[in-house]
């Protein structure tokens, strides 16, 4: 009688220690599965064949370790492949968050202070010159980073940074929110290293080498520029400073700040296409583009949707070990109680039933809990894919600006030359020519030459951003069908898997408790 009670009080201790803990998995998939810019994915760079049913492709067998667990090897987790050793790699951890003091006070009360990570890489890839490297980088080093890598890389489908919330570092537990930044920027990171050419990049080489505070250059110091531009403003309007775009900018969007007279002007462009005021010679016209633009769109669309569902699903995963495990606790009560009270051998026998269904009940919600785990895991490539449309969205934007600037030079290369032939033609009727004018018509043939250079540089720039859309459409589409692949074969997988084992634990409470079929 007390080994029975005994076993009682252990197993609903068991389970209360587990309990506790099924909270947790839905508060880890919520930080992993609806925090876009936080989450990360394989960039796979193998092809499947689309002839081929991916899901028939390979037969996988789930292996069922033992009454506890089970490990779907293959599958186990979709977020961490290994590559094969005559591949290069670029694995990244960061650890070790650290608080430091400012050198110089901050005026803003509470920001004194900042937390820094070492970073810490292992990599084959030769141009990093070496196999392992630690730094220390704090956020602001990662803003840095992403700033270096939109310039410099137009065009290209570059994984956004995480946000930085001050309201939620605020808010939050200071231990919890270093935690998540923590997890956010190794995750970013991680789709950093995943990309075929930012993975071989200086700009990723040097964040990850150069030890000290990294320098910002010029081009990435927006308030440098913005501040130059406005200098520069009053001397381009009055004639004292060239007011034309030259070949060196056009490489740089206008948006940047540096040149605010070039920033009205395209903004004026921008209005007049909109208007159709004007027709530009340069339209976007590549029908190919727009389909695949056009087709991302309600990939977006879709993915939002079919992430919705997922969060979805794993909440009833959630609610569904939840209601099994408080269903064991309650047999483990009642056994409890007919245990204590039983004065003859059928109560103590129904007493020994009720055991086995909480034992069962038990373990279903611990397997139920695992399987959610698990469903987080291969699910979130949805939450992935859905983040990389912001990146993708970066990137269609570069195109737009780039074509907007090639517009804008045409119709400045248009006025210039209208300008040019009326002052030539005022020029020829005097008698001696007048030098004013001469000279004037000296400086608009000289605007005239550079802007030829600079719509030249444009156009160059324009089409270098079309084919790195091009490249980058082609590369992400083939990698959203190994990720899709991938998840469905696991998540599948584990379904089947998990099913089969809560299935046979239930199996045997039915064959244990068989006799009450047989004597009714």
């Known amino acids: 009688m007390m080994g029975k009670e005994g076993s009682m009080e252990n197993l609903s201790l068991e389970y209360?220690?587990?309990?506790?803990?099924i909270s947790k998995s839905y508060s880890n998939y919520r930080s992993a599965m609806t925090c876009l810019s936080d989450?990360?994915?394989p960039l796979s760079p193998s092809i499947v064949d689309d002839s081929v049913d991916p899901l028939l492709a390979s037969s996988i067998q789930p292996s069922v370790i033992d009454d506890h667990d089970i490990v779907v090897e293959q599958f186990q987790n979709p977020t961490i492949i290994s590559p094969p050793l005559n591949l290069e790699y670029l694995n990244i951890t960061v650890s070790d968050p650290h608080k430091e003091i400012q050198a110089s006070p901050s005026i803003v009360p509470g920001t004194n202070t900042y937390v820094t990570y070492l970073i810490t890489t292992q990599t084959n890839i030769p141009d990093y010159g070496g196999s392992d490297f630690t730094v220390r980088r704090r956020f602001k080093d990662i803003v840095t980073l992403s700033d270096r890598l939109s310039e410099g890389y137009r065009g290209y489908f570059i994984p956004p940074r995480p946000d930085k919330s001050i309201v939620e570092s605020q808010v939050m537990q200071k231990?919890?929110?270093?935690?998540?930044?923590?997890?956010?920027?190794?995750?970013?990171?991680?789709?950093?290293?995943?990309?075929?050419l930012i993975k071989k990049s200086d700009e990723l080489r040097v964040f990850l080498q150069v030890h000290g505070k990294?320098?910002?250059?010029?081009?990435?110091?927006?308030?440098?520029?913005?501040?130059?531009?406005?200098?520069?403003?009053?001397?381009?309007?009055?004639?004292?400073?060239?007011?034309?775009?030259?070949?060196?900018?056009?490489?740089?969007p206008a948006k940047?700040?540096?040149?605010?007279?070039?920033?009205?002007?395209?903004?004026?462009?921008?209005?007049?296409?909109?208007?159709?005021?004007?027709?530009?010679?340069?339209?976007?016209?590549?029908?190919?583009?727009?389909?695949?633009?056009?087709?991302?769109?309600?990939?977006?669309?879709?993915?939002?949707?079919?992430?919705?569902?997922?969060?979805?699903?794993?909440?009833?995963?959630?609610?569904?070990?939840?209601?099994?495990?408080?269903?064991?606790?309650?047999?483990?009560?009642?056994?409890?109680?007919?245990?204590?009270?039983?004065?003859?051998?059928?109560?103590?026998?129904?007493?020994?039933?009720?055991?086995?269904?909480?034992?069962?009940?038990?373990?279903?919600?611990?397997?139920?809990?695992?399987?959610?785990?698990?469903?987080?895991k291969h699910l979130d490539i949805l939450h992935e894919h859905l983040s990389l449309m912001l990146g993708i969205h970066h990137a269609f934007s570069d195109r737009s600006s780039a074509l907007?600037?090639?517009?804008?030079?045409?119709?400045?290369?248009?006025?210039?030359?209208?300008?040019?032939?009326?002052?030539?033609?005022?020029?020829?009727?005097?008698?001696?020519?007048?030098?004013?004018?001469?000279?004037?018509?000296?400086?608009?043939?000289?605007?005239?030459?550079?802007?030829?250079?600079?719509?030249?540089?444009?156009?160059?720039?324009?089409?270098?951003?079309?084919e790195n859309n091009q490249s980058e459409i082609d590369r992400i589409n083939r990698e959203r069908h190994v990720d899709f692949v991938n998840m469905l074969k696991g998540f599948v997988t584990n379904q089947v898997a998990y099913t089969e084992r809560i299935g046979q634990e239930w199996s045997k409470v039915a064959e244990e408790t068989s006799r009450y079929s047989r004597e009714s």
Not at 221 to 235: E, F, H, I, N
Request: proline share 2%; charged share 30%; glycine share 6%.
């Open 256 to 376: 940047g700040g540096r040149d605010l007279l070039r920033l009205f002007k395209e903004l004026k462009q921008s209005v007049a296409n909109d208007w159709g005021a004007s027709k530009s010679s340069v339209d976007e016209e590549d029908k190919v583009f727009l389909e695949n633009k056009e087709r991302l769109h309600n990939i977006e669309l879709q993915l939002g949707n079919a992430s919705k569902q997922a969060e979805s699903l794993v909440k009833a995963q959630q609610d569904m070990g939840d209601t099994i495990g408080e269903l064991g606790l309650t047999f483990i009560k009642l056994t409890k109680f007919e245990n204590e009270r039983a004065t003859v051998n059928t109560q103590r026998e129904r007493a020994a039933d009720m055991k086995n269904v909480a034992t069962a009940a038990v373990k279903a919600s611990r397997l139920y809990r695992e399987l959610n785990s698990k469903t987080v």
């Open 214 to 252: 990294l320098p910002l250059p010029t081009t990435t110091d927006v308030a440098s520029r913005v501040l130059d531009g406005a200098v520069k403003l009053p001397k381009q309007l009055f004639g004292e400073s060239g007011n034309v775009i030259g070949p060196q900018d056009v490489v740089h």
């Open 39 to 41: 989450s990360h994915h």
């Open 175 to 196: 231990q919890e929110f270093v935690e998540q930044r923590r997890l956010a920027l190794e995750k970013y990171l991680h789709k950093l290293a995943a990309h075929p």
């Open 16 to 21: 209360d220690d587990k309990l506790t803990s």
């Open 404 to 466: 907007l600037t090639v517009q804008t030079l045409i119709s400045e290369l248009s006025s210039l030359n209208s300008r040019a032939e009326k002052l030539e033609t005022a020029t020829s009727k005097i008698f001696g020519g007048d030098k004013s004018r001469v000279r004037k018509l000296e400086e608009l043939k000289d605007s005239i030459r550079v802007t030829e250079d600079a719509k030249s540089c444009a156009i160059r720039e324009y089409e270098r951003i079309k």
